[in-house]
Antibody
């Protein structure tokens, strides 16, 4: 079964760092780009960026460039999203998702279950 | 940056009836448009990609059309499980629309 399994919920304080993960299985991890999507409480979906796990080529939304870092470890089929200094406004559900077709820009066909991040001030 | 605008924000339709959801791009995205369904507490699910191709396992009552800047998602005969929030996404740069909530009339 093709799936993405994300790490568990996090409760952090403002200013702390955080790295959440997304592990792929059931397919060739390096053949597909992986993206991250933010959903703030009660709000819509926001595309944050994508990474090609094979060579770590990464593309960011202008809204998230410099705010987060997307990385991947192809040897353990895992993608990451990290913050160096969290803010209360980072409180949200974060989804990882696989881009279909193996292209840098495509629809997301497989989604992780989401990781809830709560940041208290 | 391409802005995606969905309308209406909320659509009330009776089960068995047809629902038509719209998505407009601020500039042409060709046929690079996807539709997703999201139910409460769940991750989004891909319905349509390339503006009109159903994703694997998606029922035939879901159909997508359009190109350039105007797109439509049609659900031909609403089932109880179809009431959810629907998002469009331009595939080229990833931007999502703000969503349409489809509710039971």
């Amino acid at each position: 079964e093709v799936q993405l399994v994300q790490s568990g919920a996090e409760v952090k304080k403002s200013g702390e760092s955080l790295k959440i993960s997304c592990k792929g299985s059931g397919y060739s991890f390096t053949s597909y780009w992986i993206g991250w999507v933010r959903q703030m409480p009660g709000k819509g979906l926001e595309w944050m960026g994508v990474i090609q796990p094979g060579d770590s080529d990464t593309r960011y939304s202008p809204s998230f460039q410099g705010q987060v870092t997307i990385s991947a470890d192809k040897f353990i089929s895992t993608a990451y999203l990290q913050w160096s200094s969290l803010k209360a406004s980072d409180t949200a559900m974060y989804y990882c998702a696989r881009q279909r077709g193996g292209y840098a820009h495509d629809a997301f066909d497989i989604w992780g279950q989401g990781t809830m991040v709560i940041v208290s001030s | 940056e391409i802005v995606m605008t969905q309308s209406p924000a909320t659509l009330s339709v009776s089960p068995g009836e047809r629902a038509t959801l719209s998505c407009r791009a601020s500039q042409s995205v060709s046929s690079n448009l996807a539709w997703y369904q999201q139910k409460p507490g769940q991750a989004p699910r891909l319905l349509i990609y390339g503006a009109s191709t159903r994703a694997t396992g998606i029922p035939a009552r879901f159909s997508g059309s359009g190109s350039g800047t105007e797109f439509t998602l049609t659900i031909s005969s609403l089932q109880s499980e179809d009431f959810a929030v629907y998002y469009c996404q331009q595939e080229t740069r990833g931007t999502f629309g703000q969503g349409t909530r489809l509710e039971i009339k």
